[in-house]
């Protein structure tokens, strides 16, 4: 017995090291380019090999919905549609059916990595999952062809516009909403003006920032919306104080201002992002330059996690950055880099937390020639950056920005918002490989510049590059 026992144990020890070779085998086997360093390449499959133990470990663990692990929900909501009759996805595009699906290596990965990360229970159920696959694809198809015949889907559908601003005269260049806040909105122009407006009040109240000469860039909310930090083409930094409506520090510099950001923790970091090819952290309190970091193009976009430990940053040859950010001395150090083969400026660098698609966070990036890009991001790595899908959208004359769009349950896809020239706003599922556009809002005469959804979630505001802001009024869900 004694002997059947050591036989049976070496039998399991060489089956579970035989098992994580293999794992270990597929990180291994990444494809590497040209122009990789070796070290840097090795250094990557080593960090690709922990993300996977990691995630499996998350995945198994962290998240349960309805007794199915997190790996199985994502794979049956990111298959393609008509997935058994397409073996090959379309890479056609045009403004308002367009998408480039990033299908896995290999057809059988899926069912590999729901064995892999989900529980015994995911497993008895991957049979069952696997039976109802058609129907459902049957049931998304339908819902796509009823959108063709003029349908609208209700996962974003409004009831009409909730109010209209036309007093600027120049185009408005950034829109947004305050920090957890529904009824706070804020736009700034080309004309170098900020106007910050109240929609709860009737009529909605307006309140007009001078001081800039040149284009406003960027702008970002303190973590209690006391304050507005804005960025400028007049190479100046401005931060406001929202009560009174004044200026309360400029900070001069010497080349025009991209991005800003307020640090999402420590509240007394300002992160701006320069043509000079620089990241800056200045103090809040007293304007002076704590840190910066030196990049290969100018800096045209940015944002933070969560956790105020890394920012995102867009540059002007479309490569995006994961920088390293201590939130007590705001030291800073270059942790990743993702290059394309699209050399064109990052329009829109956006982070959210958590997402249906990636099963974790995400980053949705869009450059000036119509690229928009979602990455899942490893916190774990230094926010490691993985390339899940993207669309390729028509190429735009102006800076237009894209958005995230609201969760709306766990059945339905990854949306995004996002502006167009021919002055339309459209919505698209990253989860399509074909007609990916679901929805659009018409009502603006010229192009589109910005999107932004306030905190409530039922209301979105655009504006154009004639000055116009229109805010729609979303339609309530029915239960």
Excluded at 246 to 256: A, E, L, N, S, W
């Amino acid at each position: 017995m004694e002997v059947k026992h050591g036989e049976i144990g070496e039998k399991d020890e060489a089956k579970k090291k035989q098992s994580k070779d293999l794992e270990f085998l597929s990180c291994m086997m990444q494809p590497t380019t040209s122009e990789s360093d070796p070290q840097y390449v090795g250094i990557r499959r080593i960090l690709l090999h922990r993300k996977a133990e990691s995630g499996a470990i998350s995945r198994r663990y962290d998240w349960r919905c309805n007794g199915k692990g997190y790996v199985a929900y994502r794979n049956f909501i990111s298959r393609p549609r008509k997935w058994e009759n397409q073996r090959t996805p379309s890479l056609l595009s045009s403004p308002g059916n367009s998408g480039r699906w990033l299908p896995s290596p290999s057809p059988h990965s899926h069912q590999f990595e729901a064995e892999s990360f989900t529980s015994s229970r995911d497993l008895r159920s991957v049979n069952q999952v696997s039976s109802r696959r058609a129907s459902f694809s049957s049931s998304l198809s339908d819902g796509d062809s009823s959108y063709r015949r003029g349908g609208v889907e209700h996962a974003y559908s409004f009831v009409g516009m909730h109010c209209i601003f036309d007093q600027c005269k120049s185009s408005v260049t950034v829109l947004k909403f305050g920090h957890m806040s529904s009824d706070l909105l804020a736009y700034g122009a080309s004309d170098g003006s900020l106007t910050v407006c109240c929609l709860s009040e009737e009529p909605p109240s307006l309140k007009q920032l001078t001081g800039h000469s040149k284009d406003v860039t960027d702008f970002d909310f303190s973590s209690n919306n006391q304050y507005i930090a804005s960025s400028s083409l007049d190479k100046t930094i401005r931060v406001w104080e929202l009560s009174r409506g004044v200026c309360i520090r400029v900070i001069y510099g010497v080349c025009p201002q991209f991005c800003i950001r307020f640090h999402p923790v420590n509240n007394n970091f300002l992160s701006a992002g320069n043509a000079n090819k620089e990241l800056t952290v200045f103090n809040f309190s007293t304007g002076r330059i704590i840190k910066k970091l030196l990049f290969d193009d100018e800096v045209t976009s940015m944002d933070h996690d969560h956790t105020g430990q890394l920012i995102f940053c867009g540059d002007g040859q479309g490569t995006v950055y994961s920088v390293s950010m201590d939130s007590h001395t705001g030291s800073l150090s270059r942790s990743h880099r993702h290059r394309t083969n699209h050399k064109s400026p990052v329009t829109t660098v956006k982070y959210r937390s958590f997402s249906l698609l990636a099963s974790g966070p995400v980053l949705l990036t869009c450059t000036q020639d119509g690229n928009l890009c979602f990455f899942s991001v490893a916190l774990q790595i230094k926010g490691y950056l993985t390339l899940r899908c993207s669309l390729k959208l028509a190429p735009r004359i102006h800076r237009i920005q894209a958005s995230f769009c609201p969760l709306l349950s766990l059945e339905k896809g990854e949306y995004i918002v996002a502006g167009s020239e021919d002055s339309n706003v459209y919505f698209y599922d990253l989860t399509k490989p074909k007609h990916t556009c679901v929805n659009k809002l018409q009502g603006h005469r010229f192009p589109v510049m910005c999107v932004a959804w306030n905190h409530g979630e039922n209301l979105l505001a655009s504006s154009d590059f004639y000055g116009v802001v229109i805010v729609w009024k979303r339609a309530k869900k029915s239960s």
